[in-house]
């Protein structure tokens, strides 16, 4: 079977119960690492999560030892997932506490925390690779991850712990909400803060080990991070952008655990998130809210719509026009013909303008208040943002006003 | 014999009247570092009164709403709200936090920061029903945004966000507001609003407390002042607080005695 037709296959969960499950688990890994890292994003602590997934290598190397010691094959993956989570907190509490009870800011702390760990984590896993008992090979894989002869029970291990984070995220969305957008009110209502905080975290930290097999410890914080990112481009409201980034996240898992499947030689974590990042870069094209093509293409329009107002308004006043663009834009619209001169559609069309600047102007003393003022941006006709009647009554103004002078 | 009356022929009437009040500040001390941001302040708040509490910058008057509220810890000192501990008498008091302490890009509508005041009273996992979003529409308008409900909030003047903070306090249904600078950096519109809006909170019986930074306006707008310089300067009604001789103490030479002759001082 060739690598395109056992990787369709396996994406339909063709290629057998085994490979279908660590797909199905990368994909819940990937849907809590979305969701919970929304928040983290959100909360603007992305590197805490960067420290949290470096500080589990001392507990991945420990564990293993404790469990050769007392007789085991030391890769039993819940053995490994509880030192790593133990240690990890460990590192978490410290980066807390450093923040906390000293001067240090909080990246200072991570960064010595996060390479202090590493660092003890490394010089573990080299004295493994020396010890003569255990089956040390593949424990190296846990920097980069492999889905390579994964157990049924580990997949399973995954997927219920991705399945229950996610589930966690979705209870806890309002308080984390709250305390992302302003901690402070969000203290006065009574949530409390610090241990909100310590939930997210913590649900980093529970992402984080679920996810050293599948991604790795290196790559996990992208897996909470770039989702997120990603998400925030199509959305403006929190509740769609979880959605949004669980399901680039979960697709992102699927999709890589599938590749690294077909193709054994292909590291499960690298995968996966050039995968996120694949949506990402696409996202930050091509959204039609915030990517970069939409937003230039609105700044453009934007700026046509000045210059043919500000152009129409200097041909009310005939004052004349120097500048390329406005002339450019009047002469294709057929307001002005080729020497500068108005056309009668144009001498129409600056009178409107002009009449409706004068409007604006009595508009904005009569109803100082009125929300249609706040929202006027200079450009949008008056019969959009104005009932007929309110027109009515401004022309009224005018006209007494220019009664009174004449 | 009545505990009231207990107290009242030892001569404390005053503790009984003030005992559930709103607010009742006793040697409040709170520092960042080892420099006391806040030292030693007492302060009463009646219910139903409008509060300026006013000072220089630096002086601590956030920072003495924010040591009241528990929002920054206090090093020492006693704090009772209706004469309970803040965390029993929560759910009667909103706040309005300054305008620039939140980072307005945050992914939210205006309507949806406003039912961040319903989460109390809704719960943490139940879905919204359309009544809470009557509930806040009814907050939006009361403030003149209820055609911005739909906008994302970073598309909004700053005067536009402190009325969206102030809705949001005010679907919280609350009987005690404490606000922080409101009238800060805002336009004219948005300052009528605002005022109109805790006029009628006072109006209602509800009792009103404004960190304030506009002497000029003082007079206008409330009816009692708290001065405040680090310590407590002076506390009690306009007319007779908002002295000329207070404002000197709590400003020192920062107050030009030009400006001080411009207000319309008791």
Same mark, same amino acid.
Request: a positive charge; aromatic letters at 8%; one cysteine or more.
């Given at each position: 079977?060739? $690598? ?228 925030? $481009? ?42 996120? $990042? ?129 | ?88 008498? %929560? ?59 739909? %906008? ?15 809705? %949001? ?36 019986? %509800? ?60």
């Amino acid at each position: 079977m060739s $690598f395109i037709e056992y990787f369709i296959s396996a994406l339909f969960l063709q290629a057998g119960y085994n490979s279908a499950l660590v797909a199905v688990g990368a994909g819940l890994l990937g849907l809590s690492a979305g969701s919970a890292g929304a928040f983290i994003f959100l909360r603007k602590r992305a590197l805490v999560s960067d420290a949290i997934s470096h500080a589990t290598l001392p507990g991945v190397g420990l564990a293993f030892m404790i469990m050769v010691a007392f007789g085991s094959d030391g890769r039993w993956l819940p053995g490994l997932i509880i030192g790593s989570a133990v240690s990890s907190a460990i590192g978490l509490l410290m980066v807390e506490w450093i923040t906390r009870k000293t001067r240090l800011t909080e990246d200072a702390a991570i960064g010595a925390v996060l390479s202090v760990f590493f660092g003890f984590g490394i010089v573990l896993l080299t004295v493994i690779q020396t010890m003569s008992s255990g089956r040390q090979a593949g424990l190296e894989n846990f920097l980069l991850g492999s889905t390579a002869g994964m157990l049924i029970s580990e997949a399973m291990t995954i997927a219920i712990a991705g399945a229950l984070a996610a589930a966690f995220v979705f209870m806890l969305r309002r308080p984390m909400t709250l305390v992302a957008f302003d901690p402070e009110y969000a203290a006065t209502t009574g949530v409390n803060v610090r241990n909100i905080d310590l939930a997210m975290m913590g649900l980093a930290l529970i992402v984080t080990v679920i996810g050293l097999k599948i991604v790795g410890l290196i790559l996990i914080v992208a897996l909470l991070i770039i989702p997120p990112v990603t998400a925030r $481009f199509w959305t403006n409201q929190v509740g769609p952008m979880i959605g949004i980034a669980a399901g680039v996240g979960g697709l992102s898992g699927y999709i890589g655990a599938v590749l690294s499947a077909a193709e054994a030689s292909l590291p499960t974590g690298p995968i996966i998130v050039l995968i996120a $990042f694949g949506f990402f870069l696409v996202s930050a094209l091509f959204s039609p809210l915030r990517g970069g093509l939409a937003s230039a293409l609105r700044h453009q329009r934007f700026q046509r719509r000045v210059h043919r107002r500000q152009g129409l308004l200097s041909l009310a006043r005939r004052e004349p026009i120097y500048d390329g663009l406005t002339l450019r834009i009047l002469r294709r619209s057929g307001m002005i013909r080729r020497d500068g001169v108005a056309t009668a559609r144009g001498r129409v069309a600056a009178q409107k303008a002009a009449r409706d600047e004068a409007r604006w102007a009595v508009a904005r003393r009569m109803l100082p208040d009125d929300s249609a003022i706040e929202r006027y941006d200079g450009l949008t006709p008056i019969e959009r943002m104005m009932t007929p009647d309110q027109i009515d009554e401004i022309d009224r103004i005018i006209a007494a006003r220019n009664g009174a002078k004449a | 014999m009545s505990n009231a009356k207990l107290v009242a022929e030892s001569g404390k009437i005053v503790d009984v009247a003030a005992k559930d009040a709103p607010l009742t500040v006793r040697g409040l001390t709170v520092s960042y570092g080892n420099k006391p941001a806040v030292f030693s302040v007492d302060a009463s708040i009646p219910a139903g009164s409008m509060t300026a509490i006013i000072g220089p910058n630096g002086a601590g008057k956030s920072t003495f709403l924010k040591g009241a509220l528990g929002v920054v810890p206090r090093l020492s000192g006693e704090v009772r709200i209706f004469g309970k501990l803040f965390a029993e008498a %929560r759910d009667r008091v909103a706040y309005v936090p300054q305008r620039a302490s939140v980072d307005w890009d945050f992914p939210a509508r205006v309507i949806d920061v406003v039912l961040m005041g319903l989460y109390g009273s809704v719960g943490l996992f139940r879905l919204w029903r359309s009544r809470h979003r009557e509930q806040a529409m009814d907050c939006l308008e009361r403030v003149g945004m209820a055609d911005f409900a739909d %906008r994302q909030i970073g598309q909004l003047s700053g005067g536009q966000q402190q009325r969206v903070f102030l809705a %949001r306090a005010l679907a919280q249904n609350a009987e005690f507001y404490l606000l922080d600078e409101p009238f800060a950096g805002v336009d004219a519109a948005t300052e009528r609003a605002i005022v109109s809006v805790l006029k009628e909170l006072k109006a209602e019986g %509800r009792t009103v407390v404004c960190v304030h930074h506009d002497l000029s306006t003082v007079p206008e707008y409330f009816d009692r002042v708290l001065l405040i310089n680090v310590r407590r300067i002076a506390e009690g009604p306009v007319e007779t607080t908002f002295t000329a001789e207070n404002l000197q103490e709590t400003y020192g030479g920062r107050l030009a005695a030009t400006h001080i002759d411009e207000l319309h001082l008791a």
